[in-house]
């Protein structure tokens, strides 16, 4: 092989490292874990479906009344979550604090149905999620459904 193919191989090389480092840099690095579903709330029995397609993750469950649900989830800073669930009034808060201490972090739209929030601070691995669901009535089976929509990975 001479000098001028050698330098070529080593150029396309390169590039093709260089393609494939910015392609695998720029996904999203958002990891849940299933491990520490808990039904903290009085009625209704939670479980946790994971879909990796989506990115998603979704609470089923049998419930007559008001129930919350909580996760340890670990998603980057500035990430918006939606919970749409029908007819369901829905609220989000988040916790470090492993007693739970919620602090409202979502607004509601017109729909009564739709929830956008957004955070800005830094969490660390292991925060809790709480989805709240109230005016549900009736018995039978409710997916109410938390889905990565945008996030900046800066987990200190």
């Known amino acids: ?3 001028r193919a050698q330098v070529s191989l ?9 393609l494939l480092y910015l392609q695998t840099s720029t996904l999203p690095m958002v990891q849940l874990s299933s491990k520490a579903v808990q039904d903290v709330g009085s009625v209704g029995k939670a479980r946790l479906a994971f879909d990796a397609v989506h990115d998603s993750i979704a609470w089923v469950g049998h419930s007559t009344g008001e ?16 919970c749409d669930a029908g007819q369901a009034s829905l609220s989000f808060a988040v916790s470090l604090d492993p ?17 956008q929030c957004s955070h800005s601070k830094a969490f660390g691995p292991g925060f809790k999620l709480g989805c709240r669901t109230r005016a549900w009535q009736g018995p039978g089976w409710k997916t109410v459904s938390i889905e990565k929509v945008s996030g900046v990975v800066t987990v200190e």
């Open 99 to 115: 007693s739970l201490e919620r602090v409202p972090a979502c607004a509601q739209d017109q729909d009564n149905d739709d929830f």
């Open 67 to 82: 129930s919350r649900r909580t996760l340890e989830v670990f998603l980057p800073a500035q990430t918006r979550l939606s």
């Open 10 to 18: 080593e150029l396309m090389l390169l590039v093709m490292a260089m």
């Open 1 to 3: 092989m001479n000098a």
